[in-house]
């Protein structure tokens, strides 16, 4: 199992610009996390899918920010338009139902983002 | 939610045992206890979870007070490769939601 896989590893854009996060799930996972990570503030939820539906995203921060699951095996996080405080690794996590209380949750390698 | 406390960092000698801390004095009968642990430049890892009773897995073993007020994870043998940040973290059943603190930093003095 290739784990969960996301992309692009780094990215880094101008400010102002429209940024693109992806990531491929386990497959047979049917939760899906966003996670944020910065030095100041550790790691933050920031949206959770369950069977590709949004269930809570309270911790998206603004309305730059936008998540879909369009089919059980991608999801984006986009931000548009991106502004230097949103600098961040981004990780991505899947688990499934009976599965999380013996393996806990996947996580992804991350995409470190850099606003300039 | 539920907090945890944990030391900021801790050392330990390699191929020493290490007894991680976690304090959870306000934890619900229906918290169970997980540790994850996120090495350099990599995603958090799942090590560990319990609700009531001592654990063990491949990686660790996880220590449950009576009182389930605190818990301890423990590394048998630590190597280099185990120097990560180390989160105990309260997950409620039913909730899906893993909400990180900011763990430990373990170092491993080789």
């Known amino acids: ?116 | 939610d539920a907090k945890t406390t944990q030391p900021n960092s801790m050392e330990s000698n390699e191929e020493e045992p290490v007894h991680l801390p976690c304090n959870h004095s306000t934890i619900s009968g229906t918290d169970y206890i997980h540790w994850y642990r996120q090495l350099p430049s990599q995603g958090p890892e799942y090590v560990i979870h319990g609700l009531t009773s001592n654990v063990n897995n491949r990686m660790a073993s996880l220590a449950i007070a009576e009182d389930r007020k605190s818990s301890t994870l423990i590394l048998h043998r630590a190597t280099l490769r185990d120097a990560a940040v180390y989160y105990c973290i309260l997950k409620n059943f039913g909730n899906e939601k893993l909400t990180f603190g900011t763990g430990t930093r373990l170092t491993i003095i080789p």
């Not at chain 1, 400010?15 to 990570?37: A, N």
């Not at chain 1, 503030?41 to 899918?49: D, M």
């Not at chain 1, 995203?57 to 699951?69: I, L, V, Y």
């Open chain 1, 1 to 116: 199992d290739a784990g969960v896989i996301q992309s692009p590893r780094h990215e880094v854009t101008e400010m102002g610009q429209e940024v693109t996060l992806r990531c491929k799930p386990i497959s047979g996972h049917d939760y899906l996390f966003w996670y944020r990570q910065t030095m100041m503030r550790g790691l933050e939820l920031l949206i959770y899918f369950n069977n590709n539906v949004p269930i809570d995203d309270s911790g998206m921060p603004e309305d730059r920010f936008s998540a879909k699951m369009p089919n059980a095996s991608f999801s984006t996080l986009k931000i548009q338009p991106s502004e230097p405080r949103d600098s961040a690794v981004y990780f991505c996590a899947s688990s499934f139902l009976f599965g999380r209380d013996r393996w806990g949750y996947t996580f992804g390698s991350g995409t470190r983002l850099t606003v300039v």
